[in-house]
């Protein structure tokens, strides 16, 4: 199930604040890490541990709150806020536990 | 989230794109994403390669490179090019590419008489296998009404002046038909080889709002 030729729509078309940020349609990472919390979540939606809305509806929560200051200078950046949404499903789902 | 900004060029308002963190944030940052990753590989819930293969997939693999390679082949191969205009579908497959949204593709071709633009005006429809993710504006309500009342101004916006005489043709995708803009070889790149050629088209060239240009 992880070996996956297309990207999933419900992943690369989300919209409003939780879209993912590009530039000219291309993804935009800043640090390697960006990409492995990306990738992280992508790939356990895609084998089923959890449902990508869950993922999403995680993120925005995470992106609300981060702006909830200040919207215009929200405390987190977009994928910080992917890190601590992925945290908290994580634990919600004890997928990370040692 | 029915909210939309008025950025027309790739730069959406409320989307970072540079990262004001410290380095030891940063740090911090990474460090948690790396305890993740190999708590999670040694429970054989994820593994590296396959890490690799999902960044790949959606920096790269879908990106308006397949799209690119399409339009640089039929550049150079004019047999597929006959194809492409006769069935594009059937002559994107050939290449590898297909595939969900991507399935039923029609090519336009520009020409020195006639401009082609491809827009969405009732969903926002898009090729992504073959172009990539689309850009924020595509969906952008004032962009694609204005595409079609105006689409010179739009085109003007993104540096492309038509001489009068050119005819402008607004192709609008739905979900049965999503279309690809064939664009103009430039003049000039007859020793690029077809790699090259497919570097010079990005993705706004194959939605019609760009030529392409000799780099």
């Given at each position: 199930m992880s070996e996956q030729r297309l990207a999933s729509p419900a992943i690369a078309e989300m919209s409003g604040p939780c879209a993912l940020p590009r530039q000219s349609g291309e993804l935009v990472f800043n640090d390697d890490w960006e990409r492995r919390a990306f990738a992280i979540a992508v790939s356990l939606a895609d084998q089923g541990h959890f449902a990508w809305r869950e993922f999403q509806q995680q993120l925005i929560e995470s992106i609300a709150q981060a702006e909830r200051r200040d919207p215009q200078n929200p405390s987190r950046d977009y994928y910080e806020s992917w890190l601590v949404s992925l945290e908290a499903l994580l634990r919600r789902k004890r997928l990370a536990e040692d | 989230m029915s909210q939309h900004d008025d950025s027309h060029h790739g730069a959406p308002a409320r989307q970072f794109s540079r990262s004001d963190r410290s380095d030891e944030h940063n740090r911090d940052l990474a460090e948690r994403v790396a305890k993740i990753e190999s708590l999670l590989i040694a429970k054989g819930l994820v593994d590296k390669q396959a890490l690799d293969r999902l960044v790949e997939l959606y920096e790269h693999?879908?990106?308006?490179m397949n799209g690119a390679r399409v339009v640089a082949h039929a550049w150079v191969d004019a047999a597929f090019k006959r194809r492409l205009l006769e069935n594009a579908t059937a002559a994107i497959a050939e290449l590898g590419f297909g595939g969900l949204q991507g399935e039923h593709m029609v090519v336009v071709e520009n020409t020195p008489q006639v401009h082609n633009v491809v827009v969405c005006t009732l969903c926002s429809c898009y090729p992504w296998p073959v172009l990539g993710l689309p850009p924020t504006w595509y969906k952008d309500a004032a962009y694609r009404s204005r595409v079609v009342t105006d689409p010179r101004s739009i085109l003007a916006e993104f540096g492309t002046a038509l001489a009068d005489a050119v005819e402008v043709r607004v192709w609008d995708s739905s979900a049965e038909i999503r279309y690809l803009v064939l664009p103009e070889r430039p003049a000039?790149?007859?020793?690029?080889?077809e790699d090259q050629l497919a570097q010079l088209v990005d993705r706004d060239c194959m939605i019609g709002l760009k030529k392409v240009r000799r780099s």
């Open positions: - | 693999d879908l990106g308006p000039g790149t007859e020793h690029l080889s």
